[in-house]
């Protein structure tokens, strides 16, 4: 599993005109399945998340996890962050998880975090999403998760 994570002082997501998830101070984590991921990927990425420390201590440096500053997680389903665009100027999404895969494990991922004692607020799977946010910092980061090794 693959996920954006941005820390933003706001954060939300419409769909259709409806806005359908939003925060205030936290974490917009935009997240992406491929096809070996499993419940095991969204534990660890959950865990990774919740405990990554991207938020101000007492002396100004980055030491504090969303988890002690009392922010929120909006989660944002984003298959396009499998997208390859080693070759040509179209990405292949081969490796993409087709939405069947991907939506439970994106959904366990969210209760994973709730059940760490996040705050979290999604958007709709499959949907047309506008996603809006206050990069606070700017800090955006890049956090894999391995799939397991095939057989």
């Known amino acids: 599993m693959r996920a954006l994570v941005q820390r933003v002082s706001e954060a939300s997501v419409s769909t259709d005109g409806e806005v359908v998830g939003a925060i205030g101070p ?3 984590v935009l997240v992406g399945v491929t096809h070996a991921d499993g419940p095991d990927q969204a534990r660890a990425l959950a865990a990774k998340v919740w405990h990554l420390r ?22 944002v389903s984003q298959f396009t962050l499998y997208g390859d665009t080693r070759k040509g100027r179209r990405p292949s999404w081969v490796d993409a998880a087709p939405p069947e895969v991907a939506e439970p494990l994106i959904d366990a991922f969210c209760d994973e975090l709730r059940g760490l004692g996040a705050t979290v607020a999604t958007g709709r799977f499959r949907a047309d999403m506008a996603v809006s946010l206050v990069n606070d910092g700017p800090v955006t980061l890049a956090v894999e998760i391995e799939p397991p090794p095939g057989p």
Not at 57 to 74: A, C, F, I, K, N
């Open 26 to 28: 936290g974490l917009c």
């Open 54 to 75: 991207v938020f101000d201590g007492d002396d100004g440096r980055m030491d504090r996890p969303v988890s002690s500053v009392g922010g929120d997680v909006l989660v």
